[in-house]
């Protein structure tokens, strides 16, 4: 009998595991499939995160963070955004007194850092490689695999994912849609290879595009754009592709060789609700963001370090945890709901060629970089810093 299970150890799904078991309580964590061993000499992933100065402090606080470091990873120090030449907003790490603004990584780099110390921690039991057959809710939840084995837990915890198989379990109905954007990631080395700290996005009425730099002069391009674009894109070979790159995308780029590309729909969800009996949402299982901004995985170490707080709090002689439960509900649904509004707010103004709305878009940025402590609080609040 454990105290709590975890269905999913991506990233949120093994913070949180880690973070319980340094609470004292014993975790069983489940994961279809372990992520790829690391080594320098592989080509960066696809898939990359943002990551912001709260979810760094979550890391470090997890005795994750010195793995990261000793993988790779790049800090960046400056944002630009801009629509036109006339209409531009940077923000810069000097202005809030930080170090950087965050650091883009691998996801796969923080789950086998996270990973490591699970490994490190003797009352955290890893299940991989097993398909979960059933789940049965209630007094205490029962996980039962395909393999027959049958594992009981007072807390269920779903960190597994948008098609979440705890959510379903749970019967919790959602909200959302998907968004007529669909985005392609582009993984390039520079021709360039000094190291830039600084990431951009460039508004366009099809949709943004943004770079992300990584380690070593290698980058990520993120093109949003149409479905039909998207699929148009997709169909290409890399030297087409390159070309249509540098038609789109700002001269600021530079030379560039394509390394491999993936597209995805953008969408969006919102569970009716976290909790339910002794079970709980958190990260993509309770909701997926617009990307617009890197929150997806920010938004998901919030969860994490909200359910922490909560659990700290646990007497287990308690019949019920829920009041625990609905605590994190409260703290992190509206939370969430409103960055996720924000986001389709910001979304739907940039996404069409109306001249009197893109004069008001562009004085809007350029107001919003002269804004002084407006600014600052948007930049605290982005990163995770209130």
């Known amino acids: 009998m454990f ?18 078991a340094q609470q004292g309580l014993d975790v069983v964590i489940f994961e279809a499939k372990l992520p790829e061993a690391y080594s320098p000499e592989q080509p960066p992933d696809m898939r990359v995160s943002a990551i912001n100065i709260n979810a760094y402090s979550l890391l470090n606080s997890l005795g994750a963070w010195q793995d990261v470091q000793s993988m790779r990873f790049c800090p960046f120090k400056k944002m630009l955004v801009w629509e036109s030449d006339k209409g531009a907003t940077q923000f810069d ?44 809710n209630g007094v205490p939840n029962i996980i039962n695999t395909a393999d027959n084995s049958s594992y009981q837990c007072t807390i269920l915890i779903g960190a597994d994912g948008a098609n979440s198989q705890v959510r379903s379990s749970l ?63 997709k169909r290409l070979n890399l030297s087409n592709l390159k070309t249509q790159i540098m038609a789109n995308f700002p001269k600021k780029l530079g030379d560039f060789e394509i390394l491999q590309s993936a597209s995805f729909p953008l969408t969006r969800m919102h569970a009716n609700q976290y909790c339910k009996g002794n079970s709980v949402l958190i990260g993509d299982a309770a909701h997926t963001i617009n990307p617009l901004a890197g ?66 878009r562009n004085l809007g940025l350029s107001l919003a970089d002269n804004a002084g402590p407006i600014k600052k609080q948007v930049m605290k609040v982005a990163l995770g810093l209130t």
């Open 3 to 20: 105290d709590v299970g975890i269905v999913g150890g991506g990233m949120v799904g093994a913070a949180t595991a880690v973070g319980l």
């Open 93 to 136: 790490c000097n202005e809030i007194n930080q170090q950087q603004l965050g650091f883009i990584i691998e996801n796969r780099l923080i789950q086998l850092a996270l990973l490591n110390r699970i490994h490190s921690l003797p009352n955290i039991t890893l299940v991989s490689g097993a398909t979960i057959k059933e789940i049965q």
């Open 171 to 233: 019967n919790i109905g959602q909200q959302g849609w998907q968004y007529e954007q669909h985005a392609m990631g582009i993984n390039i080395k520079l021709a360039d290879a000094k190291q830039q700290e600084i990431t951009w996005q460039k508004f366009k009425p099809s949709g943004p595009l943004a770079f992300l730099p990584l380690y070593d002069g290698f980058a990520s391009l993120v093109w949003y754009d149409s479905a039909d674009k998207i699929a148009e894109l």
């Open 295 to 360: 929150q997806g995985v920010n938004l998901g170490f919030r969860d994490v370090s909200a359910l922490l707080e909560c659990l700290s709090n646990w007497d287990k002689q308690a019949t019920s945890v829920l009041p625990l439960l609905k605590q994190y509900e409260n703290k992190r649904k509206s939370s969430n709901l409103l960055m996720m509004s924000t986001m389709d707010a910001i979304y739907a103004a940039f996404s069409n060629d109306n001249l009197p709305l893109k004069l008001l």
